[in-house]
T-cell receptor, first 111, second 119 residues
């Protein structure tokens, strides 16, 4: 059974600092990795995806992938109170395979 | 990104009644949609995969006769909770699959969710 693990948190980070969210996955054949943000009472919102080893940057967000270690992370620079949410890591294989979601990490940015 | 809508956004019903939730892809065609359920402070739970023109695929433990899924067009999937009971009260969220790069998993975009309360 494919598994995606995340630390449930809560993770508290001061405003302006870098928040680092981590995710490990069990299926070595996984090809696609996604980060979603979910505010309380709302549905998940796609932040970014990454396919290749290394870093991918989008504004204040950087996704990092290390397939050898089966590890994917999300860095949020210059954290803002509006970044306070639960962050879901999702992992997939090819095409229309369903994604496997982690349980999410609750992030709180402290003003 | 792709836009997915859901209707209604919230519904309150009496025990024993049926409730239909619609999921629409607004600016793209979705051959596959997914239905999730999420209880308070818990993670997403995939209920079923909805495929246009064919039967839905249900996850283990999900009663297909209770949660009826119909994907009659490329932009609409419906979930009907039949004979709803208080334990069915939850946040139901659909997502639609947008084809991605060859050899990579398709991206899922989520609808805003429907909060169901069964009295």
């Amino acid at each position: 059974q494919k598994e995606v693990e995340q630390n449930s948190g809560p993770l508290s980070v001061p405003e302006g600092a870098i928040a680092s969210l981590n995710c490990t996955y069990s299926d070595r054949g996984s090809q696609s990795f996604f980060w979603y943000r979910q505010y309380s009472g709302k549905s998940p919102e796609l932040i970014m995806f990454i396919y290749s080893n290394g870093d991918k940057e989008d504004g204040r967000f950087t996704a990092q992938l290390n397939k050898a270690s089966q590890y994917v992370s999300l860095l949020i620079r210059d954290s803002q109170p509006s970044d306070s949410a639960t962050y879901l890591c999702a992992v997939g294989g090819f095409g229309n395979e369903k994604l496997t979601f982690g349980t999410g990490t609750r992030l709180t940015i402290i003003p | 990104g792709a836009v997915v809508s859901q209707h209604p956004s919230w519904v309150i019903c009496k025990s024993g009644t049926s409730v239909k939730i619609e999921c629409r892809s607004l600016d793209f065609q979705a051959t596959t949609m997914f239905w999730y359920r999420q209880f308070p402070k818990q993670s997403l739970m995939l209920m079923a995969t909805s495929n246009e023109g064919s039967k839905a695929t249900y996850e283990q433990g999900v009663e297909k006769d209770k949660f009826l899924i119909n994907h009659a067009s490329l932009t609409l999937s419906t979930l009907t909770v039949t004979s709803a009971h208080p334990e069915d009260s939850s946040f139901y969220i659909c997502s639609a699959r947008v084809p991605s790069y060859p050899g990579k998993a398709d991206t899922q975009y989520f609808g805003p969710g429907t909060r169901l309360t069964v009295l």
